[in-house]
Nanobody, 124 residues
Framework: QVQLVESGGGLVQAGGSLRLSCAASGRTFSNYAMGWFRQAPGKEREIVAAISRSGRSTNYADSVKGRFTISRDNAKNTVYLQMNSLKPEDTAVYYC?????????????????WGQGTQVTVSS
């Protein structure tokens, strides 16, 4: 079992930045690929970014490429999402998730463990 706790969400103006963190506990963090997803009201949960176990491989949704950066610190059991140039359409609940396989997946069903989410609201 892996427990995930997100933090760092909040209210920010368009063009601003936020850094989300997801702290993991319970199992060896470096054994899991990690992903950030988001879900806006009335919409399906979608991938934002994912990162391999080592951190050497990443994958981003087209809508955030060039603005968001996913990273991880295996010594601190933490994965991060740096979000720059935020837009109102980035408003959503952001979730981190852990995947026991070696691949960097982009679909929610591939992930085994989920955090409770953190709200990000971008005002225009």
């Amino acid at each position: 079992q892996v427990q995930l706790v997100e933090s760092g969400g909040g209210l920010v103006q368009a063009g601003g930045s936020l850094r989300l963190s997801c702290a993991a506990s319970g199992r060896t963090f470096s054994n899991y690929a990690m992903g950030w997803f988001r879900q806006a009201p009335g919409k399906e949960r979608e991938i934002v970014a994912a990162i391999s176990r080592s951190g050497r491989s990443t994958n981003y949704a087209d809508s955030v490429k060039g603005r968001f950066t996913i990273s991880r610190d295996n010594a601190k059991n933490t994965v991060y999402l740096q979000m720059n140039s935020l837009k109102p359409e980035d408003t959503a609940v952001y979730y981190c998730a852990a995947d026991r396989t070696m691949s960097v997946h982009t679909t929610p069903r591939a992930y085994d463990y989920w955090g409770q989410g953190t709200q990000v609201t971008v005002s225009s």
